[in-house]
């Protein structure tokens, strides 16, 4: 695995460079801005719109640099025929792909920090000029969210990574990683109804077996999701960060083996 941190540079290089990325910062910018603006219509609990607002930007910028620039990093090499000059150098195709992955973390990892110290911002200043005796805020808490962000993105980045592998077109790799994302975001608000019987009355076996296998074959992305905790100074139990920890960690570790399984065993035209 001695060529995994060299693909890995590349693979960030690129990305950083890429026009798209400044278009994404643009946007972030742009929507820190307006939060700042948003804040002043409320009368209370301001500073929980601004950290619920500003950590959601960071999420959504975050993702649009996996489905448009990270998706672009594998779908490239392919389109210009320069896979064929990486895998033919002393490079195995787990290397290649496993380097790609780590390139990708790399670059979401850059803009989650970024724009985490500038979402900062929002909330400094919503803090500062309006004050609320009853509001619960703790940065610990606001910048805890932010690195649970970063671990969702790495979680979404394998599962790029995995359809990246065994699919040509990009655009195809963008709409399964899409899906996959949504179904993974929404997934334990549906497990959670479906199993309410009180409020859903009664289900289909079927239904219930097909939420089941979608709970565990999907990445659960609702447990990175630390806003309400953030913004309303909801303490984290230690047991809840290993366990997360452990879950993004495994999930990354089985989506990246069978993402290899499939590129080794891909032929290209």
Request: cysteine-free.
């Amino acid at each position: 695995m001695m060529n995994v941190w060299p693909v890995a540079s590349i693979t960030f290089k690129e990305g950083i460079k890429n026009r798209v990325i400044f278009g994404i910062l643009i946007i972030a910018l742009l929507l820190f801005a307006a939060t700042t603006v948003i804040t002043t219509l409320f009368m209370r609990d301001v500073v929980k719109v601004a950290v619920d607002l500003s950590l959601s930007t960071v999420s959504f910028a975050g993702l649009l640099t996996l489905f448009f620039i990270g998706i672009n990093l594998y779908g490239k090499d392919i389109d210009k025929r320069t896979i064929y000059m990486v895998i033919s150098r002393p490079i195995s195709r787990v290397e290649y792909l496993v380097g790609k992955f780590f390139g990708i973390v790399l670059l979401a990892l850059t803009v989650t920090v970024f724009l985490s110290l500038l979402s900062a911002v929002p909330v400094f200043l919503s803090q500062k000029f309006y004050t609320y005796p009853e509001a619960r805020f703790s940065w610990s808490l606001f910048f805890a969210a932010a690195a649970y962000i970063f671990l969702k993105l790495a979680v979404v980045s394998s599962i790029i990574t995995l359809f990246a592998s065994f699919t040509s077109n990009s655009f195809i790799a963008l709409v399964l990683s899409l899906v996959a994302y949504i179904i993974g975001q929404s997934m334990e608000g549906i497990k959670t109804l479906i199993t309410s019987t009180v409020e859903v009355g009664e289900v289909s076996p079927v239904l219930k077996a097909i939420v089941n296998i979608a709970y565990y074959l999907f990445p659960n992305l609702a447990v990175f999701d630390l806003k309400t905790q953030a913004a309303h100074g909801i303490p984290i139990l230690p047991s809840y960060v290993v366990w997360t920890l452990l879950y993004a960690f495994l999930y990354i570790t089985i989506t990246i083996a069978v993402s290899t399984l499939a590129f080794r065993r891909r032929e290209f035209p």
